[in-house]
T-cell receptor, first 112, second 115 residues
């Protein structure tokens, strides 16, 4: 049973465009929602994270939007660059006592 | 500060064999978690340890086991290998109690191929 559903599986975006990746969850106990970025041959690395007390968090070109009532959160990459081409994973956990569960990932390709 | 180190990086085994993978966490981190990464299933949680105690276990058969030593280094073992066990096995360490408590620092993984 997939606890965090991520879409799309793959995404192609023009350089300078906006990349949007969506995630949905069912467990209302989830209270920590990070996004990880993985380049080929490397392990995932934390990109940005949000907790449900805010609806949006921005770090540079990366923004998480969080909708608690809809149980959805999304990653927006503004002014997408070829260097952003990677696989992105959303994840969630509850109260710091449960393991971090990941979505299946989105492979992003930014083309010039 | 050295990152998470996983060994071996690549290995090839045949069905029925067993394998042991090793993970050295970031110095000072006492929590180690393991994930299986496959193209179709993404990152699936295997188990995690804190100070030598297993904190959580994922939905994997008993052929998958792990342990953590007093120096926080961890090993995972897969016995009676099956073709479907071919995957990238990722280890992550953190300063929190569990993998869900904060930032995870991943190693580059051990890529296992079962023939």
């Amino acid at each position: 049973q997939q606890q965090v559903k991520q879409s799309p599986q793959s995404l192609i975006v023009q350089k300078g465009g906006i990349s949007i990746i969506n995630c949905a969850y069912e467990n209302t106990a989830f209270d920590y929602f990070p996004w990880y970025q993985q380049f080929p041959g490397k392990g995932p690395a934390l990109l940005i994270a949000i907790r449900p007390d805010v609806s949006e968090k921005k770090e540079g070109r990366f923004t998480i939007s969080f909708n608690k009532s809809a149980k959805q959160f999304s990653l927006h990459i503004m002014d997408s660059q070829p260097g952003d081409s990677a696989t992105y994973f959303c994840a969630a956990s509850a109260s710091g006592n449960t393991p971090l569960v990941f979505g299946k990932g989105t492979r992003l390709s930014v083309i010039a | 500060k050295a990152g998470v180190t996983q060994t071996p990086r690549y290995l090839i085994k045949t069905r029925g064999q067993q394998v042991t993978l090793s993970c050295s966490p970031i110095s000072g981190h006492r929590s180690v978690s393991w994930y299986q990464q496959t193209p179709g299933q993404g990152l699936q949680f295997l188990f995690e340890y804190f100070s030598e105690t297993q904190r959580n276990k994922g939905n994997f058969p008993g052929r998958f086991s792990g342990r953590q030593f007093s120096n926080s280094r961890s090993e995972m073992n897969v016995s009676t290998l099956e073709l479907g066990d071919s995957a990238l096995y990722l280890c992550a360490s953190s300063s929190g109690l569990t993998s869900g408590a904060g930032e995870l620092f991943f190693g580059e993984g051990s890529r296992l191929t079962v023939l």
